[in-house]
T-cell receptor, first 115, second 109 residues
Framework: DTGVSQDPRHKITKRGQNVTFRCDPI?????LYWYRQTLGQGPEFLTY????????KSRLLSDRFSAERPKGSFSTLEIQRTEQGDSAMYLC?????????????FGEGSRLTVL | AQSVTQPDIHITVSEGASLELRCNYS??????LFWYVQSPGQGLQLLLK??????LVQGIKGFEAEFKRSQSSFNLRKPSVHWSDAAEYFC???????FGKGTHLIIQP
């Protein structure tokens, strides 16, 4: 399968714990995006990488959230000291070098449940 | 700031009937506009996009959308829906993809 893959697909954790999600984009894609989606809402933009550089961060990304893409390939999204309000689906997407193609390819998401 | 409004949270359509999902946007310049579909357990899939040119764009699965600048709209249409079209549909605008809240499409047999 050459699509965007995310791991784990589902994570249940207790409030206050740290969690980390991983995203493997399509191999030739240099742009990588993280979104958050809560029930009944559309995806909300969190952050964006071009290669290893984090070029944009949403104000939704509090200081408990950090994202990295150390070698310009896979990316991780870490949430420290989780809160119940962090419960959501975290979506990763990637796109190729010619943004004018306009298509983001999404993974199936990592669902976080904070108890 | 850019924003997207999808006025209909749920829409129920009979199989074989025509469909129109509404999308209104707010954007400072000529917008990039998209429609995505999300089926249960699957990732978001691009149906179609508008960047410039012909205001009627064709997408996959028999969908089309029309960009109307005067109405700030980008409504999605399909002449005859199939049971497999039941899903969540999202309109999005801009380079960083600001999404609407989605419209849940239910297909009646």
């Amino acid at each position: 399968d050459t699509g965007v893959s995310q791991d784990p697909r589902h994570k249940i954790t207790k409030r206050g714990q740290n969690v980390t999600f991983r995203c493997d984009p399509i191999s030739e894609h240099n742009r990588l995006y993280w979104y958050r989606q809560t029930l009944g809402q559309g995806p909300e933009f969190l952050t964006y990488f071009q290669n290893e550089a984090q070029l944009e961060k949403s104000r939704l990304l509090s200081d408990r959230f950090s994202a990295e893409r150390p070698k310009g390939s896979f990316s991780t999204l870490e949430i420290q000291r989780t809160e119940q309000g962090d419960s959501a689906m975290y979506l990763c997407a990637s796109s190729g070098p010619r943004w004018s193609s306009g298509e983001l390819f999404f993974g199936e998401g990592s669902r976080l449940t904070v108890l | 700031a850019q924003s997207v409004t999808q006025p209909d949270i749920h829409i129920t359509v009979s199989e074989g009937a025509s469909l129109e999902l509404r999308c209104n946007y707010s954007y400072g310049a000529t917008p990039y506009l998209f429609w995505y579909v999300q089926s249960p357990g699957q990732g978001l899939q691009l149906l179609l996009k508008y960047f410039s040119g012909d205001t009627l764009v064709q997408g996959i699965k028999g969908f089309e959308a029309e960009f109307k600048r005067s109405q700030s709209s980008f409504n999605l249409r399909k002449p005859s829906v199939h049971w497999s079209d039941a899903a969540e549909y999202f309109c999005a605008v801009g380079a960083g993809l600001t999404f609407g809240k989605g419209t849940h499409l239910i297909i009646q047999p």
